[in-house]
């Protein structure tokens, strides 16, 4: 009875690796955040930000193939708006006004199937028409133009399109 209930342990461990390995996943870094050209004054709000940003890029790898692993590299990022500089602190506020504060980034990606690259290159986003689009995203969810811009890119590059959430 041992040694069955052994072996049936040992082959869905064995399962669970082989399906970790099929789906390869999305790597994201952030190479030398703080020169980017505009992220939150607040170290806290910061690192959301940058969290916020990477569980975006992977929510966007999981379209892809399963063999494929993409690799992302931001080197720069400028978020829609600019943050209010009289109120600095945890409760500091971003005015949007649709002019010359659109959402950039910058970033270098690799596409890899079966650890040979398939695709790569070096991106330049940017969204001007930012606040007179239709956005699919929530008015209140964080970094909803940031979002847009990155899906569009994706879209455009990799010919997939973001899992779409249902609504809440």
Same mark, same amino acid.
């Given at each position: 009875?041992? #040694?069955? %209930?052994?072996?049936?342990v040992?082959?869905?461990?064995?399962a669970?690796l082989?399906? @970790?390995?099929a789906?390869?996943?999305?790597?994201v870094?952030?190479?030398? &955040?703080? $020169?980017?050209?505009?992220? &939150?004054?607040?170290? $806290?709000?910061?690192?959301?930000?940058?969290?916020?940003?990477?569980? *975006?890029f992977?929510?966007?790898g999981e +379209?892809?193939?399963p063999?494929?692993?993409l690799?992302?590299?931001? @080197?720069?990022?400028?978020? /829609?708006?600019?943050?209010?500089?009289?109120?600095h602190?945890? !409760? /500091?506020?971003?005015?949007? !006004?649709? $002019?010359?504060d659109w &959402?950039r980034? +910058?970033? *270098?990606?690799?596409?890899?199937q079966?650890? %040979?690259?398939?695709?790569?290159?070096?991106?330049?986003?940017?969204?001007?028409?930012?606040? +007179?689009?239709? !956005?699919?995203? /929530?008015?209140?969810t $964080?970094?909803?133009?940031?979002?847009?811009?990155?899906?569009?890119?994706?879209?455009?590059?990799?010919? @997939?399109?973001?899992?779409?959430?249902?609504? #809440?």
């Open positions: 009875m041992q #040694k069955k %209930k052994s072996t049936r040992l082959l869905a461990a064995l669970l082989a399906s @970790t390995a789906w390869a996943g999305t790597e870094r952030f190479d030398k &955040p703080e $020169r980017f050209t505009d992220l &939150p004054f607040d170290q $806290r709000e910061r690192e959301q930000v940058l969290k916020d940003l990477s569980q *975006h992977e929510k966007l +379209s892809l193939k063999e494929q692993t690799k992302i590299a931001v @080197t720069d990022v400028d978020l /829609a708006g600019r943050e209010e500089p009289r109120m602190g945890a !409760n /500091a506020l971003r005015v949007l !006004n649709g $002019r010359a &959402p980034m +910058s970033l *270098h990606y690799v596409l890899e079966d650890g %040979k690259v398939i695709s790569s290159g070096d991106a330049d986003l940017s969204d001007m028409s930012y606040m +007179s689009r239709i !956005n699919r995203y /929530a008015g209140d $964080r970094l909803r133009y940031e979002k847009l811009m990155i899906d569009d890119w994706f879209a455009k590059t990799f010919g @997939t399109q973001a899992k779409r959430q249902a609504r #809440k």
